[in-house]
């Protein structure tokens, strides 16, 4: 077998500087760039910066609200088990209501799936939160309606569900349309837990990885 | 807003067919072509299809190890968080090694990532078991090197690391030397840990979705 590289300092840099190479990153401010970079990094595809849609203050609004303890709310347990827990700044809580035992009850009761059901268990706590949303259409779909219902307003919504049924649709429908709400999105298909996930710990910490 | 499909079963039906529709689908036997669809349907690309690389026996061997009940070992706790626990045919264990307290002073002995030196305590687990690696190339690299030492084989080695420092080359090596075990690989920088619990999820229930 070949060698291969093994340092963790070095596989980062290496990493860092194949993605500053590629991709077009010429449009972000520096905390938007730093949030691009760790997406690329997570998926492998240099070519999703081109497909990033965000509101200005995104980046700022996201990292003023972790330091100030808000709490994340993620829409499955995926993108809650890929946030850094030492990157965030301030201790904030990282909640997943999806398999809450009210949830199948009332994802009946309101004809939705089972993850636009568990956003409703945010209500308490969408204020000046940050929302990750890694898997399900619906789930954006439906914060976005209970935001045109006038629920509180999370500090940022970072939307990157995945998938051939929606997908499209509702980051579409967010980048139109935040309600008043910072956001980043993925536009297409792609996304995922994985991809949400690298979006929170960049607005926790940016990259610090590449300054080591 | 414009309306949106909000029926779980619909969403699934509508997505797997658009993925049959459009997904290179006919070099895949049964098994294959349900792990190929639900790696498609967690990344939404379809074109994932065409740089699957597969040993003619994986899908059957990891399926037969998992109704055996072999453990499944994952390199990080998103892929543990990713497959489905209903699924599983026989209460099989998930086991993730990666922040085991021994794992940093491992890792700096042995000179290698800690996603590597996690591999190591997999030994007692490896014969037979399924091994699904969805982050770190040198977790691949290193099984790869255990196995040239005379490590217990694993059933089937599901190889999806990203990146791009070691993610195209490990899946490469594994591909062209699957060291007696069988294998499923994505070709090149894409993966993640998304891709790997569903190919756990396929080997465990193929695609149950499709047919209600």
């Known amino acids: 077998m070949r060698p291969y590289e093994k340092d963790p300092g070095a596989i980062y840099a290496q990493s860092f500087a194949t993605v500053r190479k590629e991709a077009r990153l010429e449009r972000f401010g520096p905390g938007m760039e730093a949030l691009a970079i760790r997406l690329i ?8 910066a081109d497909r990033l849609a965000f ?25 809650g088990a890929g946030i850094i827990r030492r990157y965030l700044p301030n201790n ?5 209501t999806l398999n809450d035992a009210t949830v199948p009850e009332r994802a009946k009761s309101i004809g939705n ?10 209500a308490d706590q969408l204020e000046g939160a940050v929302v990750a949303i890694g898997n399900a259409p619906t789930a954006l779909f439906h914060l976005l309606e209970l935001l045109d219902s ?9 939307g990157f569900p995945v998938g051939f049924v929606g ?16 956001f980043v999105a993925l536009r297409g298909r792609r996304g995922g837990s994985a991809i949400a996930s690298a979006a929170v710990n960049a607005l926790a910490v940016g990259l610090p990885e590449e300054a080591q």
């Open 150 to 158: 006038g629920a509180p307003k999370p500090a940022v919504i970072l």
């Open 167 to 182: 997908a499209a649709e509702s980051k579409a429908e967010l980048a139109t349309n935040s309600r008043g709400c910072e």
């Open 55 to 79: 509101s200005t203050e995104a980046y700022v609004a996201g990292h003023a609200a972790l330091k100030a303890g808000a709490p994340i709310l993620c829409d499955c347990e995926m993108v």
């Open 92 to 96: 904030n809580r990282v909640i997943v």
């Open 41 to 48: 990094h997570a998926c492998g595809m240099v070519e999703v």
């Open 113 to 122: 799936t089972r993850s636009a059901a568990a956003v409703e268990l945010w």
